[in-house]
């Protein structure tokens, strides 16, 4: 098959998983298996003022759009870059003042429907991510996201439809939506859409962003000829749990090796040792015990306080571990949001001792090279710089850099950044 303009690479249709992407030659871990600017993207409402709009390069000296003045650019050139997407934008925030609030996936939608009109030539990655190609699920789709879906239509008629001139028709619309609620992905609050890879719960690669500029690397080692598998959900979590959410967000049984093999399952779902080991159906109840806490804390963030948040947390966590050891990735799961909490109320002993139980379960559960677990090493080495204790710190961060040399690549500012921290530190 021909390839698509991205060396290295080939689309390919696989029977079982529709569209793909494929090796076409060797790479090996860390090597740069191909970058291309996002399709479509929107700075997040919370961001703005920090970010440019259109090179999403974060800097102090921003100048405002001098018509909404809400929106913010490096100079003018990012802001010319950004015109055609933001005057339709511009407008209606001057026309609708206080009362702009479309969210962010109806932003979004807007932006692609611009972006489908304003295309005459096609870039690498609209080879590639093309719309049209995307497959809609609509067939599959409960009542529940069909609600959604009308609601959201009604939000970009009212706030786009008199500034985007023949609004495409509400079959259109809803695939468009469908579409883009299934592929997009989120990251760092912001929004794009890389949708040309397949999924795996033990990805090849691992998708990074300079700016709008998605970057996939590989690792693990790809040979010629094997497919190029990338995570969209987070793989903390047993294959029951995966299998689920892919179902439901992304409308696929996964059968990649991990959700064969299960090779990690036991170890996730680990039991605490205790002298009469629990029953399968106390087991079973604390599963469900534990879904319906990790949903209800998850609702709880909107309205209650951060005190009762960290109530929440102790005794969920007091509850299952009556039967969970503390590896269980529920116990995590619920240990990660007590840490959140922690660092939102300025608790640094209290984030840092729940930093020290996670950080080492979450890297035997995630795969050799996670954001997850990078992440959670810089949080954790950054408490420990900030507590004084230096050379835990350096450890940390160490462990941090040597997945983010990989994942974000070794010129990434990322990177630079975290040596600059380690190197302080001498
Ligand atoms: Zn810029
Ligand atoms: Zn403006
Ligand atoms: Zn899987």
Request: proline share 3%; charged share 25%; net charge neutral.
């Amino acid at each position: 098959m021909k390839n698509e303009g991205i060396e290295g690479t080939e689309r390919f249709l696989s029977p079982d998983r529709g569209r793909g992407l494929r090796a076409v030659r060797h790479f090996a871990v860390g090597e740069l298996v191909f970058a291309c600017p996002a399709y479509s993207y929107v700075l997040t409402v919370n961001e703005r003022g920090a970010h440019c709009e259109h090179c999403f390069t974060r800097r102090e000296d921003l100048f405002k759009c001098g018509k909404c003045k809400q929106a913010y650019y490096c100079n003018v050139d990012c802001q010319r870059g950004d015109w055609p997407m933001h005057k339709l934008e511009c407008v209606a925030m001057c026309a609708y003042g206080e009362n702009w609030c479309p969210s962010e996936t109806v932003r979004l939608v807007a932006r692609i429907i611009m972006k489908q009109r304003v295309t005459t030539d096609r870039t690498p990655s609209e080879r590639l991510l093309l719309l049209k190609e995307f497959e809609a699920h609509l067939d599959k789709m409960d009542s529940e996201k069909e609600e959604l879906n009308q609601a959201d239509i009604a939000a970009l008629h009212h706030f786009y439809s008199k500034h985007i001139s023949d609004l495409p028709d509400d079959q259109a619309l809803t695939e468009l939506f469908a579409q883009v609620k299934s592929e997009n992905i989120l990251i760092r609050n912001i929004k794009m859409n890389v949708a040309l890879m397949n999924h795996s719960c033990s990805p090849n690669v691992i998708v990074t962003y300079k700016g709008t500029v998605a970057e996939v690397r590989a690792v693990q080692e790809i040979n010629p000829g094997e497919e190029i598998f990338d995570s969209y959900i987070d793989l903390l979590y047993p294959t029951e749990d995966r299998r689920e959410r892919l179902l439901d967000s992304y409308f696929f049984m996964c059968q990649c090796t991990e959700c064969t093999s299960r090779s990690k399952d036991k170890a996730k779902m680990e039991i605490r040792k205790l002298s009469s080991p629990p029953e399968p159906k106390e087991i079973q109840s604390m599963v469900h015990y534990a879904k319906n806490v990790i949903e209800e804390f998850r609702r709880a963030k909107h309205y209650k306080n951060i005190l009762e948040l960290l109530e929440m947390c102790e005794l969920s966590l007091e509850k299952m571990g009556a039967i969970f050891a503390d590896t269980n990735v529920y116990m995590l799961h619920m240990m990660y949001q007590a840490m959140g909490v922690c660092l939102y109320m300025q608790d640094w002993d209290g984030a840092m001792s729940y930093g020290e139980k996670i950080v080492q379960p979450y890297s035997v559960h995630y795969p050799t090279y996670s954001l997850n677990v990078a992440s959670m090493y810089l949080k954790l080495g950054r408490l420990y710089l900030g507590l004084e204790k230096k050379s835990q710190g350096v450890k940390a961060l160490k462990k941090a850099l040597a997945i983010m040399e990989v994942a974000h690549g070794k010129d990434h500012h990322y990177v630079a950044e975290v040596k600059r921290e380690i190197l302080d530190q001498k």
